[in-house]
């Protein structure tokens, strides 16, 4: 059964670095969308995005985060200078047109120092 | 803004009982979706309901939707260890094409021989 697919499963970074976390939706999905979850609490939805654009984007997603959907297949979550408070599980996931349902990644876990 | 709140927050029983968790919202929306996740894992989506008075069963787990209350249920029947993990409930926001998902706290659902 196709899945999506997440990469570092684990990161750990120093605080002010760059990171970069990688997944790879279920190729004939449409939408694609990054969450986050802050250890021990709910699930929150940074950004969406759909035909090469943002869609949608919450509070969270601030300047210091950007994605991008490179070559057809990744799609990518930039952190350009993490903060100790950016340490969360960060989820991927993809729909297809015409259905409702998410499905979700593994998740990285990401560990800011 | 969409506010998603379930109780009880953690929930512990004996396998073989009967129990049900709680999903309230705030504002009009007709798209509720749980999810089931494992410790360190992803989310493994459960159950859509979209419309008034839906109802959906998987196994020991039913689902229901009124959304004139703004209330979803999930109802576990005679429990089994194995579905000790965490549920969430998630709301859409109507908008078929983003569909943003506002989750919920999360059960911590503990079940115990």
């Known amino acids: 059964e196709p899945e999506v697919t997440q990469t570092p499963s684990h990161q750990v970074t120093q605080m002010g670095q760059e990171v970069i976390l990688r997944c790879v939706p279920i190729?004939?999905?449409?939408?694609f969308y990054w969450y986050r979850q802050i250890l021990g609490q709910k699930v929150e939805f940074l950004v969406s995005?759909?035909?090469?654009?943002?869609?949608?984007k919450s509070e969270i997603f601030d300047d210091q985060f950007s994605v991008e959907r490179p070559d057809g297949s990744n799609f990518t979550l930039k952190i350009r200078s993490t903060k100790l408070e950016d340490s969360a599980m960060y989820f991927c996931?993809?729909?297809?047109?015409?259905?409702?349902?998410?499905?979700f990644g593994a998740g990285t876990r990401l560990s800011v120092l | 803004e969409l506010k998603v709140e379930q109780n009880p927050l953690f929930l512990s029983m004996q396998e073989g009982k009967n129990y049900t968790i709680y999903c309230n919202y705030s504002?009009?929306?007709?798209?509720l979706y749980w999810y089931r996740q494992d410790p360190g894992k992803s989310l493994e989506s459960l159950f859509v309901?979209?419309?008034?008075?839906a109802v959906k069963q998987e196994g020991r787990l039913m689902a229901s939707l009124d959304t004139k209350a703004r209330l979803s249920t999930l109802h576990i029947t005679a429990a089994v260890h194995d579905l000790s993990a965490t549920y969430f409930c998630?709301?859409?926001?109507?908008?078929?094409?983003?569909?943003?998902?506002?989750f919920g706290t999360g059960t911590r659902l503990t079940i115990i021989p």
């Open positions: 309901l979209l419309s008034n008075g």
């Open positions: 996931a993809s729909r297809p047109g015409g259905r409702n349902i998410q499905y």
């Open positions: 998630a709301v859409g926001p109507g908008n078929f094409g983003n569909e943003k998902l506002t």
């Open positions: 190729s004939n999905h449409l939408y």
């Open positions: 995005f759909y035909n090469n654009e943002i869609s949608e």
């Open positions: 504002t009009t929306s007709d798209r």
